[in-house]
């Protein structure tokens, strides 16, 4: 596994994602990324599943975006265009596997990404492939690891982690707007002269294009983005009064409707 520390704001993913090998099924890299630094959007021929052991990412692609702390890893099917900006200081592992496997086909009409959550084993398999030489020929040994690996990640669970996005310009302004700032608490009147929209067609746009109500797109935006406030060590009662909830058991509530669990526990082991 090569491993390096990436300095400039936006930077080129891999060549590994680009190398295609079918005699190597699975290719790793890892490197350590600082907070505020992304992937410059690309796509690549080999599916990635990748892990931050530490950190949180944010992978966007196809108008969606995928919020991904260090209990789950993000499946992205090759070919996809994403690009992927770092949260908070991150540890990464990265597996790419070849076009020739077909691993985790898509379901939808369009290939989509996916978080999943990690098994002990699932982990402990990454790290494992990481700290091999995947760049020498493979022996039957280690092609055979590959396997157990890419049976272990067909079944793994999907996480409810994603935020719907739209085509229309009107919309990604607001929805842009508001992912830049989660906390503020602008109504539709307000929003619409973002948007340049009366907010009756601002509400159409978010039913129609992403699938949930303007208040429930902003109630999972700010889920998905206390989960990198709480993985930057803020406790729920800051977070809870930051991101407008009128208490810590509000916000606790709101969570665990939509992540089945407490906020200190889906952040420490996912469950």
């Not at 935020?163 to 919309?171: A, I, K, N, V």
């Not at 842009?176 to 608490?185: F, G, N, S, T």
């Not at 429930?216 to 060590?233: F, H, T, V």
Request: net charge neutral; with cysteine; glycine share 6%.
């Amino acid at each position: 596994m090569t491993t390096d520390v990436a300095k400039p704001p936006d930077f080129d993913p891999s060549d590994i994602a680009f190398t295609i090998d079918p005699a190597r099924p699975i290719l790793t890299h890892g490197r350590v990324i600082a907070a505020g630094r992304a992937v410059r959007p690309h796509s690549h021929p080999r599916g990635q599943l990748l892990w931050a052991m530490r950190g949180v990412l944010r992978v966007v692609s196809n108008s969606c975006i995928w919020l991904v702390p260090p209990s789950h890893a993000v499946w992205i099917p090759g070919g996809m265009k994403h690009q992927v900006t770092i949260e908070a200081e991150a540890e990464l592992l990265n597996i790419y596997v070849d076009p020739s496997v077909t691993v985790r086909p898509p379901t939808r009409p369009m290939p989509c990404c996916a978080v999943l959550l990690l098994t002990p084993l699932a982990r402990e398999l990454i790290r494992r492939l990481g700290d091999s030489d995947t760049s020498a020929p493979f022996d039957e040994r280690l092609l055979r690891f590959c396997a157990v690996l890419l049976d272990e990640i067909e079944g793994l669970s999907e996480a409810p982690l994603n935020l719907p996005g739209g085509q229309d310009e009107r919309l990604v302004r607001v929805t842009r707007h508001l992912i830049c700032h989660p906390e503020d608490p602008s109504q539709l009147p307000e929003l619409s002269q973002i948007a340049g929209a009366s907010p009756r067609t601002l509400e159409r746009l978010f039913r129609a294009e992403t699938g949930l109500s303007f208040r429930q797109w902003r109630s999972k935006l700010r889920l998905l983005s206390a989960i990198e406030a709480l993985n930057r060590g803020e406790s729920s009662t800051t977070i809870a009064f930051s991101m407008g909830y009128s208490s810590p058991s509000a916000f606790i509530a709101a969570f665990r409707e939509v992540f089945g669990t407490t906020p200190q526990r889906f952040l420490n082991n996912g469950s």
